[in-house]
Nanobody, 114 residues
Framework: QVQLVESGGGLVQAGGSLRLSCAAS????????MDWYRQAPGKERELVAA???????YYADSVKGRFTISRDNAKNTVYLQMDSLKPEDTAVYYC????????WGQGTQGTVSS
């Protein structure tokens, strides 16, 4: 079992920044990758960024050049630095850990006002 605790959401004006954190605990040795997803009202959950245990990184086209994913292996924590935020980035952001099964955090709300 892996437990994920997210933090760092909030309200920010367009053009501003937010930094999300996701701390993993439990059987973290099983984690092959950690991801950030988001779900906006009325929309499906979508993959925003991912980072593997080997350091490979993926970004959705919609956030490339604005979001940065990173991880601190010593702290079992993954971060999502979100800059140049747009109102369309408003969503609940979920952390995900990929093991034989996928573990999810509780989600954190990020709201960008215009």
């Amino acid at each position: 079992q892996v437990q994920l605790v997210e933090s760092g959401g909030g309200l920010v004006q367009a053009g501003g920044s937010l930094r999300l954190s996701c701390a993993a605990s439990g059987d973290t040795i099983c984690i092959s990758a950690m991801d950030w997803y988001r779900q906006a009202p009325g929309k499906e959950r979508e993959l925003v960024a991912a980072i593997t245990s080997g350091g490979s990184i993926y970004y959705a086209d919609s956030v490339k050049g604005r979001f940065t994913i990173s991880r601190d292996n010593a702290k079992n924590t993954v971060y999502l630095q979100m800059d140049s935020l747009k109102p369309e980035d408003t969503a609940v952001y979920y952390c995900n850990a990929e093991c034989a099964v996928m573990y999810w955090g509780q989600g954190t709300q990020g709201t960008v006002s215009s």
